[in-house]
């Protein structure tokens, strides 16, 4: 299978409609849009971001190598940028052999092929991590985060045992957009961030700790019983998903901007 340019559907349309391109050529740009079967391993989803704002990502783990290239070829053929996560150190090597310009981060095992143009400004995001050892989850965030076009601010270990480092970082409170605030132990941070600030506060809780934290789910329960209202809690080591819901409300800002109706 050959890779071809990414389709620009408006573009297209408008081609059509100017009798640049006819009915049959454009089905042909149009043929592996918006699914397209990948041999027998995967359905791609091409129209991800026409509904929802953002391209299809490649979750890395239980996937060979093979796959994961596989996979990120047609998105990027597609596209223009690709993300996966969760990529092995093997898996990332077999990329970069056929994307030499892959930018793959070990801590959060993010990878990146190219640069996505995202059609909303940028936001400012705090990312705050309790500890040295949440960093993969917070970093994880941080990396989708500047995939999508977005600012992360980092503000780690500043974890409840030592109150006054995450005090000297309050001024990012009055200049940030929105926080994403990770957590293992007892998973407290979050609650303590949520009473200091207006901004909206996406928890992610991690799987570490000792063993009646069990693998997540203490601090999982902590965030979702906080005292402080409206923190929005997602699942245990999901950077991704934090990242995900904050460019959520950031498409949404936008577009009430851009349409007040």
Not at 45 to 52: I, N
Not at 145 to 164: K, N, Q
Request: charged share 20%; hydrophobic share 45%.
């Amino acid at each position: 299978m050959t890779d071809e340019k990414p389709v620009d559907l408006r573009a297209l349309l408008e081609a059509v409609r100017d009798g640049r391109l006819d009915v049959e050529q454009a089905w042909q740009h149009l043929r592996a849009w918006p699914v397209e079967q990948l041999h027998d391993m995967a359905r791609l989803d091409h129209h991800r971001e026409v509904r929802q704002g953002f391209p299809e990502v490649v979750y890395g783990e239980g996937k060979t190598p093979d796959q994961v290239l596989h996979i990120l070829r047609r998105l990027v053929a597609q596209a223009g940028a690709a993300l996966a996560t969760r990529v092995s150190e093997s898996t990332a090597q077999a990329v970069r052999a056929h994307f030499p310009e892959a930018i793959y981060d070990p801590t959060s095992r993010v990878l990146r092929v190219g640069r996505w143009t995202s059609p909303v400004p940028p936001w400012v995001v705090g990312v705050l991590c309790a500890g040295t050892s949440d960093l993969p989850v917070a970093e994880e965030a941080a990396q989708v985060l500047s995939f999508l076009g977005h600012r992360p601010e980092r503000i780690y270990d500043v974890g409840v045992a030592g109150l006054h480092r995450l005090l000297d970082a309050r001024p990012l409170f009055d200049t940030a957009d929105a926080l994403i605030v990770v957590a293992g132990m007892e998973g407290a941070l979050p609650s303590v961030v949520g009473g200091l600030t207006h901004l909206p506060v996406v928890a992610v809780p991690t799987s570490v700790g000792y063993g009646a934290h069990l693998g997540g789910l203490a601090p999982l329960l902590t965030m979702l019983n906080s005292c402080a209202a409206g923190v929005v809690v997602v699942n245990v080591d999901n950077g991704f998903g934090a990242a995900l819901a904050v460019h959520r409300m950031a498409l949404r800002h936008w577009h009430k901007r851009s349409d007040p109706s």
